[in-house]
């Protein structure tokens, strides 16, 4: 599979040939930068716009085989000598001074715990690297030793941040100028760890330390509809349920919520810590086995074992009288096996449900979080 570029070495990619132009006067029409995992990017440059102070020029982002919204956008740069600098050279003998910040398109960060300060660009801090490394290379090449103004604009971005994390992060205007290797690896888990890592430690740099938890959308809609919290505020996990406890542990927090739906908890139950399909698919292995343990009628048990969906097995469980006690079972091996993970450091409840059998079961400790939780939310 084919491997893309981040938004972050578009970024930078567009800002050295900018400052290129602007300090040989000569017109480029491709770069190569070399990218932190050490491959190099060569990037075709397109509306290229030169003056005598300033020049600009954009990138198209190809995210290779795993595109993301922002496959197709175009990264601008713009680069201009700093303020009382005529362009040439200044003969203190110093490096460059080269100053980055965000334009249109790019977003600003509102609120602390993320990879910027507040009030800054959303161009994390691996970015900002690359872009410097690479204009100081050109600004050596010219032998440029003033300062020169790097801006980073992405004309749709504001329009594709709506689809991003960012408005939940505290984001607002446009995009992230993102990326620590600067490669975009087809499948990559690693964004959707380091979004979790971003959530949870935005959330304890504002001073909480609890954290309400699910997998997905269906957790955060489940929460809404059954207890009014908007689980807005908490951090999707997606599979990674013991990274996330991980996380939270390194991160100092004390208390977690989970939760989530059988056909995803399931698996928990029986120790599994990553719930996606391809590392494991033993849901009516582990409820079959479960509904064993409470005595449940064996011609139930192998429909059970039948079934292709936990959903299309609650029935049957229900049937059987015995679904209570089979979920309240599930719930107490779902904590003990997260508590194992914490290893003691975290204290976790669980709420387990079914789309149409709304709460099948909650950890006797999860009814003290809705005061919680109700209390933050009025805040």
């Not at 469980?317 to 975290?346: N, Q």
């Amino acid at each position: 599979m084919r491997y893309g570029f981040t938004t972050g070495s578009c970024a930078a990619a567009a800002a050295k040939a900018a400052a290129y132009m602007l300090l040989t006067g000569k017109l480029k029409r491709e770069i190569t930068i070399e990218t932190p995992k050490g491959i190099p990017y060569t990037a075709k440059l397109v509306d290229i716009s030169r003056k005598e102070r300033e020049v600009s020029c954009a990138v198209e982002k190809d995210g290779g085989d795993d595109p993301d919204i922002t496959t197709g956008a175009f990264i601008y740069a713009k680069v201009s000598f700093g303020e009382n600098d005529a362009g040439t050279d200044t003969g203190t003998g110093k490096e460059a001074v080269i100053k980055i910040d965000g334009g249109k398109g790019v977003g600003r960060v509102t609120k602390p715990g993320l990879d910027q300060p507040v009030g800054n660009a959303a161009i994390n801090h691996v970015p900002r690297e690359m872009i410097e490394k690479e204009v100081m290379q050109v600004c050596q090449l010219a032998d440029y030793k003033g300062c020169l103004q790097v801006e980073i604009s992405v004309p749709d971005g504001e329009k594709l941040a709506q689809q991003t994390f960012n408005p939940r992060l505290g984001i607002v205007g446009g995009i992230s100028i993102l990326g620590t290797t600067g490669i975009v690896e087809p499948m990559s888990n690693q964004a959707i760890l380091d979004t979790i890592r971003v959530e949870l430690n935005q959330r304890r740099a504002q001073g909480f330390d609890y954290v309400a938890v699910s997998p997905g959308n269906y957790g955060l809609d489940f929460m809404k509809k059954s207890y009014g919290y908007d689980l807005d505020r908490s951090v999707k996990c997606s599979n990674f349920i013991g990274d996330t406890i991980d996380m939270a542990v390194e991160l100092g927090f004390k208390k977690m919520l989970l939760t989530g739906h059988i056909g995803k908890l399931i698996k928990v139950a029986g120790g599994i810590m990553n719930t996606h399909s391809k590392e494991a698919d033993c849901r009516m292995e582990l409820l079959a086995a479960f509904s064993v343990k409470e005595g449940v009628d064996i011609e139930k048990i192998r429909h059970v074992l039948d079934c292709v969906t936990t959903e299309e097995a609650i029935p049957i469980l229900e049937d059987s009288g015995k679904l209570s006690a089979i979920m309240e079972t599930i719930v107490e091996r779902i904590c003990f096996y997260l508590e194992k993970r914490a290893k003691g450091k975290l204290q976790i409840d669980c709420i387990l449900y079914a789309n149409e059998f709304g709460e099948l079961a909650k950890s006797k400790e999860a009814v003290k979080w809705f005061t919680l939780l109700e209390q933050e939310q009025v805040q």
